[in-house]
């Protein structure tokens, strides 16, 4: 029998990207998916179709996770389709470089809408459903505790990612559901390989391994992270990064 066999997981923000990479290795471990997008209909279905392709079990659901409407439905539709939910994995993320003299109270707005509150937000929904031996991933990054000076907006975000995984941790531990951050270093996606192309020597040398990370690296966190291998881990955050600090 598979890892995951009989778990129910939704990952939001798994149209594409690390997301994806994540989704398909829940499947791959046997849980069944919810692939959560909030723009392409076609992005989720391909990520589907690849999971059914592969033997697993996963259905596409819309909601933007930036709008606090949008969320419960989405934590209802995963019970409605599959019956339960034990995983959440909180992914949908947006990522735009600044700086002191470039930031906007807009730009702000839109980070923390999505980052922090859709997180807190799909967690609380997620919560009054999981069981004892409930899983929550918050996908953090590196930046929260190694920032670099043109990312002050969205490095804050992954901050208080980091500081709400240890205080869930603490909430929710009396009923046995774990809150494990696992904060990726770069990771090389269909979204970011085109801008990071002229930043890549400077990535890869700035990390140990001597390689950027790709998203089958953060899902296999991922995959220890909801096993029960992992039983004792609850309120702190993993760095998966190949050892990379700025
Ligand atoms: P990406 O832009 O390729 O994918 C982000 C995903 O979130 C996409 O599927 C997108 O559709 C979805 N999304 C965006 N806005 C949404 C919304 N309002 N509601 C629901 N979904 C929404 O990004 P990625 O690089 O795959 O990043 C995934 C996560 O990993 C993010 O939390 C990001 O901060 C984090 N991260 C990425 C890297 C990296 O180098 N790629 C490094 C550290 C952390």
Known sequence: MR???????????????????????LAADGA???VNYSRSAQDADVVVRRIAAAGGQATAVKADLSDPAQIQPLIDAAVAHFGQLDILVNNAGIYQPDSLDSLTAESFDAHFALNVRGLLLATQAAARVLPAGGVIVNISSGLAKSPYPVVHVYSSTKGAVDTLTRSLGMELGPRRIR????????????????????????????????????????????????????????????????????
């Open 179 to 246: 809150v494990v951050g696992i904060a990726p270093g770069f990771v090389k996606t269909e979204g970011n390989a085109e801008s990071a192309k002229d930043m890549t020597d400077f990535l890869v040398g700035k990390t140990p391994l001597g390689r950027v990370g790709m998203p089958m690296d953060i899902a296999a966190a991922v995959a220890f992270a909801v096993s029960d291998d992992a039983g004792w881990i609850t309120g702190t955050t993993i760095d998966v990064s190949g050892g990379m600090v700025f």
């Open 32 to 34: 069944a998916v919810v």
């Open 3 to 25: 890892k995951l066999t009989g778990k129910v997981a939704i990952v939001t923000g798994s149209s594409k990207g690390i997301g994806a990479g994540i989704a398909e290795r």
